[in-house]
């Protein structure tokens, strides 16, 4: 089991940036790997990065060079830093631990992109 905890959503207008932090506890050492899923209203979850133990990304197209994840393994924690943020990055945004087929989620933080 593993619990995720996410913090650092918000308010931020247009062109403008958020950090959101992840951390992890639990089963920590059978994490493969990490990632932020995002969810906005009327539309299906969508994958929107992934970070493996050994540091390699993935990103969504949506969010390709404005998003940035990276992560502390000491800590089990993951980070997404947003930049040139726009109305249509406006959702729910989950963090997650991948562990061998399975696929666990945190509560969720909001981010609102609005002027």
């Known amino acids: 089991q593993v619990q995720l905890v996410e913090s650092g959503g918000g308010l931020v207008q247009p062109g403008g940036s958020l950090r959101l932090s992840c951390a992890a506890s639990?089963?920590?050492?059978?994490?493969?790997?990490m990632g932020w899923s995002r969810q906005a209203p009327g539309k299906e979850r969508e994958l929107v990065a992934t970070?493996?133990?050994?540091?390699?990304?993935n990103y969504a197209d949506s969010v390709k060079g404005r998003f940035t994840i990276s992560s502390d393994n000491a800590t089990i924690t993951v980070y997404l830093q947003m930049n040139s943020l726009k109305p249509e990055d406006t959702a729910v945004y989950y963090c997650n631990a991948f562990i061998g087929p399975n696929k666990y989620w945190g509560r969720g933080t909001q981010v609102t992109v609005s002027s």
């Open positions: 639990g089963s920590m050492f059978s994490i493969d790997a």
């Open positions: 970070i493996t133990r050994g540091y390699s990304t």
